[in-house]
């Protein structure tokens, strides 16, 4: 079955770094385009980071010059590196996997900004 799970979220101090992880199974990952989604306490999951399957990548406003996203297609896995975190970053953070009607999510990762 459809698997995507996220790790290396956690807590950091602003400033601070993190990479997460999404690794895939049960589809055939190089022909999906792969994002980064991120929902704060009573706000609506918004789109931070996208991947297409040809590697054009696109950007939250708010994120840009601060994240990047990449993909390794020979491990199944899309990874989300965050630098200059701000408090403004703190929310759970989703891995999704989108193909023509397909999508697919993983069950979150938490990541909190603070000092």
């Known amino acids: 079955q459809v698997q995507l799970v996220e790790s290396g979220g956690g807590l950091v101090q602003p400033g601070g770094s993190l990479r997460l992880s999404c690794a895939a199974s049960?589809?055939?990952?190089?022909?999906?385009?792969m994002g980064w989604f991120r929902q704060a306490p009573g706000k609506e999951r918004e789109l931070v980071a996208r991947i297409t399957s040809g590697g054009n990548t696109n950007y939250a406003d708010s994120v840009k010059s601060r994240f990047t996203i990449s993909r390794d297609n020979t491990k199944n896995t899309v990874y989300l590196q965050m630098n200059s975190l701000k408090p403004e970053d703190t929310a759970v953070y989703f891995c999704n996997a989108q193909y023509l009607y397909r999508i697919y999510w993983g069950q979150g990762t938490q990541v909190t900004v603070s000092s």
């Open positions: 049960g589809f055939t990952f190089g022909s999906y385009a």
